[in-house]
């Protein structure tokens, strides 16, 4: 099944360069997908537009089989189903402890008291980070702070999770911790996307690969088609 369709988007950057020039793809439901090119290949404004942060000049994207639309209250539903984990955590992290930094979403969403606790508690549990709840984030490890900004976004159980490139900041243990905790949200079901500079962990870790160059998609498929030599 497709849960996300584009059809020939384009966007320039005020002032700036065709960042995507044509990009027509599909993401399934349920897939590891990577996307997969070098700096200013357009992976980050692409995967913005999933959400609905960026807006194409041109094109179309579906979501669930539907247009996205742009009005505050769809915005407002795509992007808890749709949540965006941004390559810097120190973006992404907003509140003064852990606790109220994985709240601001459910809170944000309206949810009852009892359930905020409860869903920080699932989210944190589920990062490995239960007992941090007190804890100022700004004192964390860098792989602690992704794990909380990757709860913020579980708190509000989203179906997609995007991550612009998850592992880049991170050192060896804590990227391989972060990717294993990827697998682990895809084997639950999720979509889980990712952008990536890195040819060998889309290799090691998608079903799905994207490759793109200068705004535009030159291969797809699964990471053995997109990546062995011709
Ligand atoms: P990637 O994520 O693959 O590194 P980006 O989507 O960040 O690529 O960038 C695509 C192109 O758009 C690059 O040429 C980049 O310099 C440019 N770009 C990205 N963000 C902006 C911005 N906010 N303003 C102007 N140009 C931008
Ligand atoms: P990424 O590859 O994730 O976009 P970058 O380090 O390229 O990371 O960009 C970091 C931030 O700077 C992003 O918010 C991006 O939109 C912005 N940016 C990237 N390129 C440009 C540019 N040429 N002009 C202005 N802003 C840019």
Known sequence: RTLIETENLTYTYPNGPAALAGVSLRIEAGSKTAIVGPNGAGKSTLLLMFNGMLRPDRGEIRFAGRPIAYDNRSLRDLRRRVGFVFQNPDLQIIAPTVEADVAFGPLNLGLPPDAVRKAVRDALGYVGLQ??????????????????????????????????????????????????LLDELASSGRTVLISTHDVELAYRWADSAILMERGRILARGSPEEVFSDP
Do not use: C, Q, W
């Not at 794990?147 to 592992?167: C, K």
């Open 131 to 180: 007992g941090y709840e007190r804890r100022p984030p700004h004192h964390l490890s860098g792989g602690e702070k992704k794990r909380v900004a990757i709860a913020g976004i579980l708190a509000m159980e989203p179906d997609v999770l995007v991550f612009d490139e998850p592992t880049n900041t991170l050192d060896p243990a804590s990227a391989e911790e972060v990717m294993e």
